[in-house]
């Protein structure tokens, strides 16, 4: 779930400690960052008074110094932040009841107690369960954490270990490439494993600027921000659901060279061990470069190795790989983490509903397995309002069918049953004209590249046309008359009225659009004049304009404050992407009939408020 939207959801306190951290780094850097003083002067000076899309713009600018604050927290604290953070950074854990996140810590520390057990009868005792190499690394990592851990007893201090010898411990275990799963079984043979109350636990992560904690419904909300930035310190390359598409295209004796190096039970059935792998926390580098490799592969067959797996595997579509295996590795990392990322889910929400709908009649038992997966909450999670805040996609659940599976799907439901099987699915269910809608802001930027990455093939010669027409589809789904018929009739052939809005009797809604490419429109007196005289030609048919809306990608200051003051012209200003959250908004209140007076007002028009009016 987005920063934005947990923001929304939360009070004042319950965001108190996350605005305070940011406060802080505030007051560190703003004499530098003049962009911080500028955000800040919206709320008189005041963090607190500023509206939520400034303050998710106030985290990007401070996301460095956040990053810090976190590694901070998480590599030098004495609260086993490390098993608490690895729960809160897997797929679908951005949103949980206090009691289910109580749960999962309970069956971590139950799982890591049973760990214990087993790798600390097979350290040291010489019945060749462990690999001699990997156990002498492991009892390396031990002695050094047992020094640290105990030399304060000289001194006849408290043992502990100091941020000093954190430092040094986290050096070395990069050097042995030790996985998070190892260094704690290492860890917690020496130093005792507690167990803390949950009440604890959320005061903590709370405090720490990790989570949200929604008192009244004692829900736990993690940003996908936050969890970007959790990942990136826990050393998580890439989130796991797309590891696990990588392991799954990997051979048996790769599966099994990674399971012998990270102690993992070679008797197991392949899908326990890929499961196994996705526990331990791996360098996803390291796997590729190294891991899935005998020691004796030169590096040309690796990287041939690696090339295969993107382009034929995954069947990865992209323009360059590089040529070196480090490059290659670097760009398939690279590739998932700006999916991960992209907001589109490369299928409409109504497509993306057909298609749950669908699997889940063929593989009732699938939403269990998605449940499972993702850890996730809710009994009937086969939702895309629901999976959407948990950030899973469709590609995410295709891929927890086996290949069987996923050919029979295919196959009853009438799709190609040969090549990218996942892509043919993904293909029946797309509607090109929600895709674009859900990519408005990106037509309306003339955005030619990141559109056909996404899929969609537009001229650059149509985008006007196709920004006007989905600017027509919002309004239409807002309940508005897009009165076709009436705007030809008013037209002439040098004054040309994008949209007309009839609502009923003599009033109307003139609706301009305008494109990146519209580079007049940041003038304000040539648009004025433009307008006035639309204004005028409704006018001489005896229509009274009630209200003329400009929609854009953006819009400067200059232009906004002589907006403002345009006593002659009823002028209000929407952006695209301010458009299309009134829009969701609108469909998800209680609301049969759009309130037309939230658009009757001067200057610009604030989405995020609009859509706050319609939720009460």
Partial sequence: MRLIKILDLVNQIEKSSFLKILDGFCLELKKTTPKIDEILSEGEGQLKNVDNQNIVNLFNLLKDKYSTHLYNKIKFSDFQLDILIDILARDGNSMMSREWFLRLYNNEISKLQS?????????????????????????????????????????NRDKRLSWEEKSILHTLSKSLELSNEEIRWITYTIIPLKKFKIDEIITELKESGIIFFNRRTNTIFVSDEIVWLLRDILGFEIPNKYLRRILRHLSDAEINLISKKHNIDRKLKRNEKIQDILNQGLSVTNLLTNEIFKANIPKSDRANRIQTLMSKDLEIDLPKFGLSLEKKVATLINYFNDLEKDETTSLSRDGYSRLLKDLKDAYPILNKKVKEEFELQPDDVMSPEILDDYSVK??????????????????????????????????????????????????????????????????????????????????????????????????????????????????????????????????????????????????????????????????SEEFISECEYDYELNLSLITSRGLVKILEGFKNSHLTEFPVKLLLKAGLLNGDRIVKVLRK
Avoid at 124 to 149: A, F, I, M, W
Avoid at 504 to 524: A, F, L, M
């Fill in 115 to 155: 760990d214990l057990k087993t790798f600390s009868s097979q350290l040291g005792s010489n019945k060749g369960d462990l690999e001699p190499h990997r156990e002498r690394d492991y009892l390396v990592y031990q002695s050094c954490l047992k020094t640290g851990y105990e030399n304060d007893l000289q001194l």
């Fill in 394 to 555: 469709p590609r995410d659940v295709i891929y927890l069918l086996t290949k069987d599976e996923l050919r029979n799907f295919c196959k009853s439901m009438g799709i190609k049953s040969i090549g990218n099987l996942v892509s043919n699915v993904i293909n029946k269910y797309r509607v090109i004209e929600d895709l674009y809608l859900e990519n408005f802001d990106l037509v309306g930027s003339r955005d030619l590249k990141s559109l056909r990455e996404k899929g969609l093939t537009v001229k650059e010669s149509e985008l006007g046309l196709l920004y006007e027409d989905l600017t027509k589809k919002i309004f239409s789904e807002l309940g508005f008359n897009v009165d076709e018929k009436l705007r030809k009739q008013i037209n002439t052939n040098r004054l040309q009225i994008d949209i007309l809005l009839n609502l009923g009797g003599k009033d109307v809604i003139i609706v301009e659009c305008k494109t990146i490419k519209d580079k007049d429109y940041n003038k304000y007196t040539s648009v004025s004049r433009q307008l006035k005289s639309y204004e005028k030609l409704c006018q001489n048919k005896e229509y009274n304009v009630s209200q003329v809306l400009i929609v854009s990608n953006d819009f």
